[in-house]
């Protein structure tokens, strides 16, 4: 049997296509009979996708917590199948389904970490974190689906029902290889695995079973239906479960809260200087600006907010009035890296005024009529391109001869980018264009190309090309930047957007909790955790109300105590780790290290909890490159800090466990020798560390150390504090005596600051101990 799956994507193509319709590759006649599918060059294939520039596939991992997502697809019926088939016809049937479940999971790069027989269970944000790991596998469970479909299709005569089920969910794991000896695999450990096993079990022939916060991070572009809640075997709480039904959208443009959004606060600046290059283009200059800046930053929202507001942004008259701007929007798709022009297609599309879902025929109608209007007789000279482009079929005779079949695939890229040149140049002469061009940093090859020849058009033609992207000097968006940068600098403006300052940043947190007078320690709270990040912010907000750290009596705002851990909330975790994936190992691991320091490090100290020969201050330097921490201070001392603790604290709960102690003891001990002559003032965090390290009798020793001398500052509430934790260490060690000292001691710090109940409360314990 003669199978058309594209060597690069595995997309199954119509047997008599020439080049992948999925990712345009050349195909490979094969023959699968031949073919030995085993699970290693499956897993080969499923990481072949790569589509985030992260590192060579095969770092080394030693084991690592993380968020993961799980999807498990299983063949309905199995058993009853292969005992009507003979063997080798059932090896047939299990490999063409294996094939196409491998297929779907690498386009969205997702792994395969095991064949389990008839089923698959494969990672998503395994090696590596994507933002978007549970979309991505809940668009790799519908594509599976789908081609399931087709596949029953193909297996008519030999079975009679061919489905499958599939169970996603997501949650940390330990991640690393395990086995013994010769035989290891890279597998996830955790509850996680099993509850999505478990959803794969309840899934019905054909659908796809997710779990609740699977379903809320997909439900802004996949349409969800409500299963409600199963008793699963096992589990204690039951199960809230969803069936995916079907893409709802594309991709949604703005990060954020789902629901209502907050209105628009500050960005002065930033206004002003896209409205400046806005008003150039409708007097007929061509323009060319990036907006740069980080996930969440507000990019989208800033191009939005100046769309919506445009006319009294631009007051005056200009030859083009503003409301005559035709905007095309394009948008890469972060696991869209390897479908070639994606993004310009988009463009294509919006000028057509259709949607990606319109059926062949009307798009090929819709197409003719707009080259021709444009190009009149030259038409047939751009048509078959823009066709190929766009996956449309040009029968032979209908628009001339289609030249495209014999040219080498070089001429027809050359042609592709000249057609394309020609129609945006022509689309702008008519009416003052602008190309959007969204989330650059994931954009397709091919794309990249067309929009870097597209550059020098704006020397002719009243179009602005405005790239929206995040910083990532390593992936080809950069080289744009740079090029328009230095070749059309008449025409280029650059808008590099920072933290919202703390007004603006504390004016959108009244935005967000409808409240303008919050309690400081509120503020405080979210403030420093979102370090001027308008999505983190939103995020941080919605995670302490989901959590029932602050709650919202008669309109007023309160904090209800239940703040002591406020981890990381889920949307954010894979943003954050995603950046962190990017790194190189020995770059990351001293990231971790870090971590584990705290939010701002000396470099005295990393240095000596490092171990011995790593390129230390290369590591910095390329941590500062990316923006993950900053130079904090060069005198006294050399010290770096964390641009975000919440970075901090994603890079810090990627360690195991007992890395994790392993290494607080290392800092404690390095702190403790770095600074012998001024130990005094590091008494609480050499305390911290100890604990951490569980180094019982250091911890202790330092803590009440601490809270000795926090006590002689008069400093109740914090010597309070480390007089608990001691006894939090001391109670269980059975330790009477110096637990009494030690209930002693808060007695009295109590009593100093006048708090008599829980002054009493302390000397009474301290009594019952003798
Ligand atoms: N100045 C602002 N006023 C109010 N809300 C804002 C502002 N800037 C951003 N936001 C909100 O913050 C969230 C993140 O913004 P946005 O999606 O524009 O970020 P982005 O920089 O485009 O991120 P990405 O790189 O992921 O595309 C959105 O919910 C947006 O509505
Ligand atoms: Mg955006």
């Excluded at 702008?428 to 794309?447: F, G, I, R, Y």
Aim: proline share 4%; with cysteine; hydrophobic share 40%.
């Amino acid at each position: 049997m003669h199978q058309l799956i594209c060597g690069n994507c595995q997309t199954t193509n119509a047997t008599d296509s020439i080049f992948c319709k999925h990712c345009g590759q050349k195909l490979v006649r094969v023959d699968s009979s031949k073919e030995e599918v085993n699970l290693h060059s499956l897993r080969r294939s499923a990481s072949s996708g790569n589509q985030e520039n992260f590192p060579g596939p095969n770092r080394e991992i030693e084991g690592e917590r993380k968020p993961v997502t799980i999807l498990f697809t299983d063949i309905v019926g199995s058993t009853a199948i292969a005992e009507k088939l003979d063997p080798e016809e059932w090896k047939e049937v299990i490999q063409g389904a294996h094939r196409r479940v491998t297929a779907a999971i690498s386009r969205y790069d997702g792994m395969i970490a095991q064949l389990l027989g008839d089923g698959v269970l494969a990672f998503f944000g395994a090696p590596h974190t994507h933002e978007d790991d549970p979309e991505r596998a809940a668009r790799a469970a519908l594509d599976i689906q789908a081609s399931m479909i087709e596949y029953q299709r193909e297996l008519l005569g030999l079975v009679q029902e061919f489905k499958m089920r599939v169970g996603i969910h997501s949650g940390e794991v330990v991640l690393g290889e395990i086995g013994a000896g010769e035989h290891t695999e890279y597998l996830a450990i955790g509850d996680a695995v099993n509850i999505a096993s478990r959803l794969e079990g309840l899934a019905e022939p054909g659908q796809i079973v997710v779990s609740e916060n699977i379903a809320q991070r997909i439900s802004a572009t996949i349409e969800l239906q409500d299963l409600g809640e199963f008793a699963a075997k096992g589990k204690t709480d039951p199960l809230r479960v969803y069936a995916l039904l079907k893409i709802k959208v594309e991709s949604s443009l703005i990060q954020g809260l789902s629901g209502e959004r907050s209105s628009y606060v500050g960005r002065v600046d930033e206004i002003k200087n896209l409205g400046a290059s806005l008003l150039s283009l409708c007097r007929g200059q061509g323009q060319i600006v990036t907006i740069l800046g980080e996930a969440g930053i507000g990019k989208s929202r800033l191009l939005e907010h100046v769309r919506d507001q445009l006319t009294k942004i631009i007051a005056e008259d200009t030859p083009y009035p503003p409301a005559s701007i035709h905007w095309l929007d394009g948008r890469a798709l972060s696991f869209g890296g390897a479908l070639s022009y994606w993004m310009i297609s988009q463009l294509l599309f919006a000028d057509l005024g259709l949607s990606a879902q319109i059926p062949k025929v009307k798009l090929k109608v819709a197409l003719r009529r707009r080259v021709t209007a444009l190009f009149g007789e030259a038409a047939a000279e751009i048509l078959p391109y823009l066709s190929q482009l766009l996956d449309l079929d040009l029968a032979p005779g209908e628009d001339g001869p289609n030249p495209i079949q014999s040219l080498s695939s070089e001429t027809l890229k050359h042609q592709t980018l000249q057609s394309l040149s020609n129609y945006f140049s022509k689309v702008a002469q008519v009416q003052p264009t602008v190309l959007v061009l969204e989330d650059v940093h994931w954009a397709d090859p091919s794309s990249l190309r067309a929009i870097e020849e597209m550059l020098a058009l704006t020397d002719r033609a009243p179009l602005m090309i405005l790239l929206l992207m995040r910083i990532n000097p390593n992936h080809g968006s950069w080289g744009i930047k740079l090029k328009a940068e230095t070749d059309f600098p008449h025409r280029y403006t650059e808008i590099h957007m920072r933290q919202l300052p703390t007004t603006d940043a504390t004016e959108f947190v009244g935005q967000l909790l409808r409240s303008q007078a919050l309690p400081e320690e509120i503020l405080e709270v979210i403030l420093s955790r979102s370090e001027g990040n308008p999505f983190y912010l939103e995020e941080v907000v919605r995670h302490l109300i989901e959590q029932g750290s602050i709650i919202q009596e008669n309109g007023i705002w309160q904090t209800t105590g239940a703040s002591g851990d406020l981890g990381i909330p889920d949307s954010l975790h894979g943003v954050l780790l995603a950046r962190i994936d990017r790194l190189e190992g020995s770059v990351r691991s001293t990231l971790q290290m870090a971590s584990v320091i705290g939010k701002s490090f000396q470099y005295r100290l990393l240095e000596a909890i490092s171990d011995g020969d790593i390129d230390l201050d290369g590591h910095l330097s390329q941590l500062q490159r990316v923006g993950l921490v900053w130079e904090k201070a060069r005198l006294p001392e050399l010290e770096y800090i964390f641009k975000h603790s919440l970075t901090q604290e994603a890079a810090y709960s990627t360690l195991l466990h007992e890395r994790r102690r392993e290494l607080h003891q290392r800092v404690g001990q390095a702190l403790s020798g770095i600074f012998t002559d001024r130990e005094e003032e590091f008494y609480g965090l050499l305390a911290h560390h100890f604990e951490a390290a569980e180094d019982h009798e250091k911890a202790l020793a330092y803590l009440i150390q601490a809270g000795d001398k926090t006590r002689h500052e008069d400093a109740h509430i914090e010597a309070a504090d480390y007089y608990q934790r001691a006894l939090n260490i001391l109670e269980p060690l059975g330790d009477d005596q110096r637990a009494r000292a030690t209930w002693l001691k808060l007695g009295l710090v109590y009593q100093t600051n006048f708090e008599f109940d829980a002054a009493h409360r302390a000397y009474e314990a301290a009594f019952a101990l003798e």
